[in-house]
């Protein structure tokens, strides 16, 4: 059986309980008839678009934007981290811990880092937070394109930006390794459902209920040996694609009130 690919690129585990639960996915997938290989993909567009994919998670954004139509949706995440409840989850809006900020009206004007304009976490959950603010224009002073929410996180310490909008796991993650971390949570955005495991699309509704009690099995075992804790991961449950129109509805949300899109 030609193998199929199984990733887990959208957060930053200590490497040991991520190792662990790769390799209880690709023995879950293979109890359910699946033969997985476990993959470290560069072009994530390119990997999640791949015939090939078996399981991975996705960002919600794409999902619903340049996903619609290659990937079907497998589970959704429950995370404990501060910003996430039940199946859904928020982006903590960032600033120095000594930034005079108090609200968000307080960073009008201001330089605000963002990893990516097709991220949900980083772009369209902040334009959401600030498009009631903004006008009918641009709300921010100027925006940084940082690539990812480590750099956007690195570029609000060093001073080349004032905020940024991390998504809440991401930053729980961060503060698990550095709790010293001089930042200060200034609010959070409004909530989506957490980041999608996906595979893809031309897989039938049998093999997605197989992957996904397969994504179970690894998430027990995983939790059994003490190691799950470190992906601040709680267990995964199905959810409605429908759910996440939320985000196409933030986005037009914005759009109505004149926020222009990051780029």
């Known amino acids: 059986m030609k193998p199929h690919l199984v990733s887990l690129p959208m957060y930053k585990v200590p490497a040991k309980p991520r190792a662990r639960f790769l390799d209880a996915l690709v023995a879950g997938l293979e109890?359910?008839?699946f033969s997985g290989e476990i993959v470290e993909p560069d072009d994530?567009?390119?990997?999640?678009?791949?015939?090939?994919?078996?399981?991975s998670q996705t960002c919600g954004y794409p999902l619903v934007t340049s996903l619609r139509d290659r990937v079907r949706l497998v589970a959704v995440p429950v995370y404990d981290a501060p910003g996430c409840e039940g199946s859904s989850y928020r982006s903590a809006v960032i600033v120095r811990a000594d930034d005079p900020a108090e609200e968000l009206s307080d960073l009008r004007g201001r330089v605000a880092a963002f990893n990516a304009p097709h991220s949900q976490s980083g772009a369209n959950a902040l334009r959401a937070a600030v498009a009631h603010l903004a006008g009918g224009t641009s709300f921010f002073g100027s925006l940084l394109h940082t690539g990812s929410h480590g750099?956007?996180?690195?570029a609000v310490?060093?001073?080349?930006?004032?905020?940024?909008?991390?998504?809440?796991?991401t930053l729980a993650l961060a503060l698990d390794r550095e709790p010293a971390l001089p930042l200060r949570i200034l609010t959070f955005t409004p909530p989506a459902p957490a980041l999608p495991f996906v595979t893809n699309?031309?897989?039938d509704h049998e093999?997605?209920?197989?992957?996904?009690?397969?994504?179970?099995?690894?998430?027990r075992q995983v939790a059994d040996?003490?190691?799950?804790?470190?992906?601040?991961?709680?267990?995964?449950v199905r959810l409605s694609r429908s759910a996440f129109d939320v985000?196409?509805?933030?986005?037009?949300?914005?759009?109505e009130l004149g926020l222009p899109r990051f780029a």
């Not at 040996?225 to 995964?236: I, P, S, T």
């Open 157 to 169: 310490l060093c001073g080349k930006a004032d905020t940024a909008a991390i998504d809440a796991v």
């Open 151 to 154: 750099a956007s996180i690195d």
């Open 31 to 33: 109890v359910h008839g």
């Open 247 to 255: 985000i196409l509805e933030q986005e037009r949300q914005s759009d």
């Open 225 to 236: 040996e003490g190691l799950l804790d470190a992906h601040r991961l709680k267990g995964v």
């Open 207 to 219: 093999a997605v209920d197989a992957i996904f009690e397969a994504l179970q099995m690894a998430a």
């Open 44 to 55: 994530l567009q390119a990997h999640w678009s791949d015939p090939a994919l078996l399981l």
């Open 201 to 203: 699309a031309a897989t």
